[in-house]
């Protein structure tokens, strides 16, 4: 779950221009490395804002293709204090990890190209948005990204369906934030096939491989892709709206299912 007060501390800091410097006050995002493990064994440490760790935990798994269905979890072990997740599953098949992974807020899972993994995976191909609800959701998204226009320090992302938002995470890393979302879609049984990501983060290859790999057949963001992001949506048939702001959208794959 997510604590806004404790996610947040006001602090003291000095506001300055070409002519002058004085002491101010500044709200400032948290951050807390959560462990993330299976069955007593660390999988990896995450920096994060401390928020829905359980969300955060399973997405994460999920993410890795070490889950895929809520019915194989067992216990899901939460300790805020030490700011840890251990995730029990139902069948306790052996799980060889080489190593920890320690992740930055930046996200970076380092990899590689997993396009051959992901090429069995379904996503829906004639899934079509209008226009109007994209720049609406997008609009509502900003909204109601209360952390971040409390800081200016996270990111937010947020699943919806048709055209309202069903889910709103928020994190200093926008790969949590999709994580998040991917946990809650787990948790509550939610079929992803004809739902959309709305995020306000930079839209690259390891972002594309998360929403891939959850199925998602649309992603729309307030920002720009890289040219991997862009071929691997091309290969995923996942269709990206970006750059949405001032009323206006650039649409880098699938544009035919765009509704004007």
Known sequence: MSNFDQTIKTLKIFSADSNSIAESSAKVIREVALTISLHGKT???IACAGNYLDELAIGFLR???IISHHDEIAKIEVNTHENSVNVILKNKKEFSATS???IASSGARGKGDNVDLLLPLQVPAEFKIKAKV????MDELLENSALHNETHGTHCSALARTEKIIALREDIGRHNTIDMLGG???LQKINLSETIILTTGRISSEIVYKVWNLGIPAIISHSAPTVKAIELLQKANIMLIGYVRGGTMNIYSQERRIII
């Open 184 to 186: 809650y879609a787990l």
């Open 63 to 65: 993410s890795e293709r």
């Open 134 to 137: 994209a720049l609406k959701l």
């Open 43 to 45: 999988l990896a440490n």
């Open 100 to 102: 920890v992974k320690n």
